[in-house]
Every structure is written in structure tokens, then in C-alpha cells.
């Protein structure tokens, strides 16, 4: 119950998936919430990041599905941008109200403006005050603009989603999650795509002769990538975008997506003033999520961490600090096994041990290898690409998997309980799957 001297138990500055998956049943245990949100309600990953995107592949993967299986299906498919976009705009355009209609029959206060600190209790919102006895801070992500001669020229991924038309030229610069998965939809929507990496590596986090298998199939369609290649400058004229480079060479495009990544919210929200530690790579926290601040808490992408700033992570971690405001739990928090996937055609996703961990400590892991088309299953659909690798403990359980094929998302879904779960020989006998599908398949494997 609120104490007499707090208008909320808990007030949560934010409305992601770092906030609402636990706010909601917080209220429903009879604590009183208050959740602030300046823009729209659900934050990123309804409205301009996961489900957005998401909208905008299906066709993408469904295309290239129908292409493998030429010639028992023949003729050319052909991606409407315009349509597509308006698709994805009706699949997403009711979730902001949706989610906030649920919040408020929880008995949430969903109070919209741009909150900032004013005391380790009080949130000021324009002219209003709120006070309450723990805030937690949920202020996510903003898309890294390069500081160059001619930023005002680049774009970000939530330009790209809403773009009326798609550009017949679009330069990508970066090779993280967003570069390769915004590339691969606009090459299958028909435009000429450059990538520029300013390395000579995409995908740092993945196993990378893996990803040198989504780069060589974005070349195979068409798409060309730089390596060791920095942008110095971007400059306008008539309908043209010219970048120059290091390495001399100047590129000309109608649209460029500045996809270098993204930046921790932790600017103006009063964090200094309170006395509240952050880095550049996000609010500090301890193990209770914690911040310098004792009744201040920070969820989602914005807590610097080394766990991968996704939804299920933001998930996971507001459904913990639920069971903490709740009384329900006093331990630190415990991560499990988090999956991550790249929504390229084909997939690359990965969980738990990596490749290179298993490979540099062989007396504890045991690497097997599987390539993807030798597999009756994948036959069935012609998959011509793809391979995976399943790590093993000196006990036999299943501690990692990574996959690189048009169903690795799936894959890794079906195996993920053998690995947070440590499932041995007894349990996996009893594990009964549908047959003929990916999760018999996948289970198959192991
Ligand atoms: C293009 C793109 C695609 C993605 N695809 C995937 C995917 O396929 N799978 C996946 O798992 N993850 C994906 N992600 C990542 C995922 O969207 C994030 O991990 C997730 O949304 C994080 O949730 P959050 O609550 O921490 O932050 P957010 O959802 O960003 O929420 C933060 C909220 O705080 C609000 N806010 C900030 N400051 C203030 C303030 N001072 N006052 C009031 N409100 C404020 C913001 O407006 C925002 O709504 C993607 C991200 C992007 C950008
Ligand atoms: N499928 C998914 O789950 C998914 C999809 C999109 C985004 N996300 C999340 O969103 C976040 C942001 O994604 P992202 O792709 O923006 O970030 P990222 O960190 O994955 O990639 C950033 C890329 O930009 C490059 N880069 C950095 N500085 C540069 C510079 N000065 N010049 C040129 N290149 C530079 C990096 O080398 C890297 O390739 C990630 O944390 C990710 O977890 C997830």
C-alpha cells in the first residue's frame, strides 16, 4: 500500500518492455503504480523496432522460401514497398492504445510527458509533480548519429520503416543487427544496396565464418559490401547523396541509413543532480538492478550490461523487479540463457556458449557440427544454405547452439529449455514432439 507520504509505491519513468510486461501485474497485487511515457506508449519494440520490422520481413523470408523451391514453384514474386508498409502499420498502429487500455484496468496512472528527476522521490512532468516511494528507470535506447560534415543527410531505422517509397539507391553504414536486417528488406524490395563496414567484420557477437554466410548470400542478391571503409562526409546536390570515404572512393546514394547503433537515454533526466551513476554505456546497476540511488531502479536497454539489449531481456527484468516491489523475492537477480537472432534470410541466431568460447577450452566443450542441406527435413523445403553448431559440456548436456539458416530462430526456440534447463538423457526421452516439424527436427539433432 502507498505509504501516506507518496502519491505511488512505485513510479516507472518509461513505457517499454522494461516496464510494462511488470507493472501490469504489480498493480494487480494491489501496489499502486504510476508509469510516465513521452512519446508512445509500448516504446520501441511495438511501435519502431521489433514488431515493426518483423511486419516488414514476412515477405522477405516468405519470398526467398518460394524462390528455394524453383522450379516446383515457378514465377517471380515481386515486393509492393507501399503495401507492405501499410501492412505493417495496420498490424502495429492499435498497439499503443492496446497496451496503455490494459495498463489503466490494471489501475495503472499512464501519465504522458518527459519526466525528469527532481529528488531520489519526485519525478517532474511540465508543471506536475509526482512523488513515490521507488522509481524505476526505464528510458531505453536513442539510434548513435556519426559526427560528420553532413549528418543532417542520414537517416534511422524508424525513417527506414516508414519510408513512402523505397529509394532505388540506399547505403547502409554499420554491420550490426539493424544494418543487416533493414539491407536485407530493402534489397528484397528491389533497391541497390551498399553496405559499409567500417571494419572488416559484421555481426561481432556472432560465430563469424556463420556470418560470413548471410554476407555472401547479400552479395549472391545483389547487395555490395565495403570492408575497412570509413564515411568521412556526406554532401547534397540536386537528388543525389555523395559519401566520402578513407579509402578515396566516393559513393552515391537517394537514401542513406546511418545504422552505427544505439545510445543509453540517460541525458536530461536529472541523473546527476540526484546523484544517480551512469556510464556511456547506460545506468549502473547492482545485481538487484539497483542504482547508486537506493529506491532507484533502472530495466531494460538502458542499464549497462553485458546481457543483449533485446525485448525478452527487458522482459525478463521487469518481471523481476515485479517479484521485488512485490515482496516476493529478495534475491540478485539470476539471467538465464538469453537467445539472440538476426532476422536476415537465412537467420544466424545463437544461444549460450559461443562457438569460440567451446573452441578455446576444448577439455571443458565439445563442438559438433551440422550442415544444414544434408538434412532430410530441410530437403523437404530445398534449404540450399545453412549450417549449425551445437556445444556440448564434459557431461553431455547441451550448453549452446548456433545456427545459421532460414529457420534458426525456430531452432534455437525449440532447444532453448534443454539448455536453460540442463534436460539429460531421461528427460529428453520424454519429450514427445509433433512429427514431421522443425522442433522434431531440431531435437534430432541432439
Ligand atoms: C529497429 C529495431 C529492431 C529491433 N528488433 C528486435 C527484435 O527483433 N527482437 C528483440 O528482442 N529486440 C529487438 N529490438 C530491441 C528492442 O526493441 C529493445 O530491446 C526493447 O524495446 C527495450 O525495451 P525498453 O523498455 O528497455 O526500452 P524502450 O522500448 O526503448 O522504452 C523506453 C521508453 O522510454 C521513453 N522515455 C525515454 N525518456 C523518457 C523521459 N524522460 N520521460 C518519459 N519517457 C521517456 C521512450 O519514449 C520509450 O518509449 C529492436 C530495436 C530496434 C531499434
Ligand atoms: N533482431 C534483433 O533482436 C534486433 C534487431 C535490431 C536491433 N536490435 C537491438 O538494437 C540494438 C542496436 O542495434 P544496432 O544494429 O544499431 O547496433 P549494433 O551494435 O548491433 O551495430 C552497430 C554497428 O555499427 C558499427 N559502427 C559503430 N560505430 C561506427 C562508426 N563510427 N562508423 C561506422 N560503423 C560504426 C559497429 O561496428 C556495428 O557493426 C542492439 O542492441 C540490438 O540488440 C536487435
Not at 178 to 188: C, F, Q, R, T
Not at 248 to 263: F, M, P, S, V, Y
Not at 391 to 418: C, F, K, M, R
Amino acid at each position: 500500500m502507498a505509504k501516506q507520504t507518496y502519491q505511488y509505491d512505485v513510479l516507472y519513468l518509461g513505457c517499454g518492455h522494461g516496464t510494462f510486461d511488470g507493472a501490469a501485474p504489480l498493480a494487480g497485487k494491489g501496489v499502486k503504480v504510476g508509469i510516465i511515457e513521452a512519446d508512445k506508449i509500448g516504446g520501441t519494440c511495438p511501435n519502431r523496432g521489433c514488431n515493426a520490422k518483423i511486419s516488414l520481413d514476412a515477405p522477405v523470408a516468405l519470398q526467398r522460401q518460394l524462390a528455394e523451391l524453383n522450379p516446383i514453384l515457378t514465377g517471380q514474386t515481386r515486393l509492393n514497398w507501399d503495401a507492405n508498409v501499410a501492412h505493417k502499420n495496420d498490424v502495429i498502429g492499435g498497439l499503443p492504445d492496446m497496451i496503455c487500455g490494459l495498463l489503466e484496468d490494471s489501475g495503472i496512472d499512464v501519465i504522458h510527458g518527459y519526466g525528469r528527476l527532481v529528488d531520489a522521490h519526485t519525478i517532474r512532468v511540465d508543471a506536475e509533480t509526482y512523488t513515490a516511494e521507488n522509481i524505476v528507470l526505464a528510458t531505453g535506447l536513442h539510434p548513435h548519429r556519426l559526427d560528420i560534415p553532413g549528418r543532417e543527410f542520414l537517416h534511422d531505422s524508424t525513417d527506414f520503416m516508414d519510408l513512402p517509397t523505397m529509394p532505388k539507391r540506399l547505403t547502409v553504414i554499420g554491420g550490426g543487427y539493424i544494418a543487416l536486417e533493414m539491407a536485407s528488406i530493402a534489397n528484397a524490395a528491389g533497391s541497390d544496396v551498399t553496405i559499409v563496414l567500417h571494419g572488416d567484420k559484421a555481426l561481432r557477437a556472432f560465430y563469424q565464418p556463420f556470418v560470413e554466410q548471410v554476407l555472401s548470400d547479400l552479395t549472391d542478391h545483389g547487395v555490395k559490401i565495403l570492408r575497412e571503409t570509413t564515411v568521412t562526409a556526406v554532401t547534397h546536390e540536386a537528388d543525389d547523396y555523395e559519401l566520402t570515404t578513407d579509402t578515396d572512393q566516393t559513393l552515391t546514394a537517394d537514401w542513406i541509413l546511418d545504422a552505427t547503433g544505439r545510445n543509453p537515454n540517460t541525458a536530461d533526466l536529472g541523473l546527476d543532480e540526484v546523484g544517480v551513476d551512469y556510464t556511456d554505456a547506460g545506468i549502473t546497476v547492482n545485481d538487484h538492478l539497483q542504482t547508486s540511488v537506493d529506491n532507484i531502479y533502472a530495466s531494460g536497454d538502458v542499464i549497462a550490461k553485458d546481457q543483449p539489449r533485446l525485448t525478452p531481456t527487458a522482459i525478463f527484468e521487469s518481471m523481476y523487479l515485479m517479484h521485488t516491489f512485490a515482496g516476493e523475492t529478495t534475491e540478485a537477480i539470476d539471467y538465464p540463457p538469453i537467445p539472440t537472432v538476426v532476422f536476415t534470410s537465412p537467420r544466424i541466431a545463437q544461444v549460450g556458449v559461443t562457438v569460440d568460447q567451446a573452441q578455446a577450452d576444448p577439455d571443458h566443450y565439445t563442438v559438433v557440427k551440422n550442415h544444414i542441406p544434408d538434412d532430410w527435413y530441410r530437403q523437404v523445403t530445398q534449404e540450399t544454405t545453412g549450417d549449425n553448431a551445437l556445444i556440448y559440456d564434459a557431461d553431455h548436456h547441451l550448453v549452446g547452439v548456433t545456427e545459421v539458416s532460414a529457420q534458426a530462430a525456430d531452432v534455437i526456440n525449440t532447444l532453448l529449455p534443454a539448455i536453460t534447463f540442463k534436460y539429460g538423457p531421461a528427460e529428453l526421452e520424454r519429450l514427445v514432439p509433433l512429427f514431421p516439424t522443425i522442433g522434431a527436427d531440431a531435437w534430432g539433432e541432439i
